[in-house]
């Protein structure tokens, strides 16, 4: 059962566009919320995280946006760069079903054309 | 460089076989996880070892078993394997037992694949 859905699966975006990928999740428990951003080749690294207290959070170009009500939350890269092509990941954990346990979506690959 | 290191890049091994990975965290990390990631599954997390004691427990096969030694490596031991445990397996470490307010940092995986 995929505790966190992730979409869309792939995106090609132009440069200088919005990346906007989306996330739903279930467990109300839910409190913790990072995005990893993972190059050929290479592990996940952090993006950027929210915790549910918040509605928006941003970082240079990356931001998240936090819907607890309807439990989804999205990235949007504004000004995207070719350098952003990499494969995104949403995640969430907390609750009993234990705070180091995070769950992952199944990704999104993301293609900036120059 | 995440400062994770995991050994070997890649591994070649055939159904029944036993393996071990390694993962040497950050320095001064004392948590380490470990994952596995699949085209079909995504990220699966497996376990989480702090100081080197057992912390969380994940979508760990019974026929999968880790460790974390005195000097604060990991090694994760895969045995009768078969086709399905194919994967990429990437260890991460944080400097706490909770990641809250220190991310994951994670190496660049081990490619096992089961022929």
């Known amino acids: 059962q995929q505790q966190v859905k992730q979409s869309p699966q792939s995106l090609i975006v132009q440069k200088g566009g919005i990346s906007i990928i989306n996330c739903a999740y279930e467990?109300?428990?839910?409190?913790?919320f990072p995005w990893y951003q993972q190059f050929p080749g290479k592990g996940p690294a952090l993006l950027i995280a929210?915790?549910?207290?918040?509605s928006e959070k941003k970082e240079g170009r990356f931001t998240i946006s936090f819907n607890k009500s309807a439990k989804q939350f999205s990235l949007h890269i504004m000004d995207s760069q070719p350098g952003d092509s990499a494969t995104y990941f949403c995640a969430a954990s907390g609750g009993r079903t234990g705070a180091n346990n995070l769950f992952f979506g199944t990704g999104t690959r993301l293609t900036v054309i120059p | 460089d995440s400062g994770v290191t995991q050994t070997p890049k890649h591994l070649i091994t055939a159904t029944g076989q036993r393996v071990t990975l390694r993962c040497s965290p950050r320095?001064?990390?004392?948590?380490v996880y470990w994952y596995q990631q699949s085209l079909d599954q995504g990220l699966q997390f497996l376990i989480q070892y702090y100081n080197g004691e057992e912390r969380a427990k994940g979508n760990i096969l019974e026929r999968f078993s880790a460790q974390q030694f005195p000097d604060l490596h990991s090694e994760l031991n895969l045995s009768s394997l078969e086709l399905g445990d194919s994967a990429l397996y990437f260890c991460?470490?944080?400097?706490?037992?909770?990641?809250?307010?220190?991310?994951?940092?994670f190496g660049n995986g081990t490619r096992l694949t089961v022929t």
């Open positions: 929210i915790r549910p207290d918040v």
């Open positions: 320095s001064g990390d004392l948590s």
């Open positions: 991460a470490s944080s400097p706490r037992a909770h990641y809250y307010n220190s991310p994951l940092h």
């Open positions: 467990n109300t428990a839910f409190d913790y």
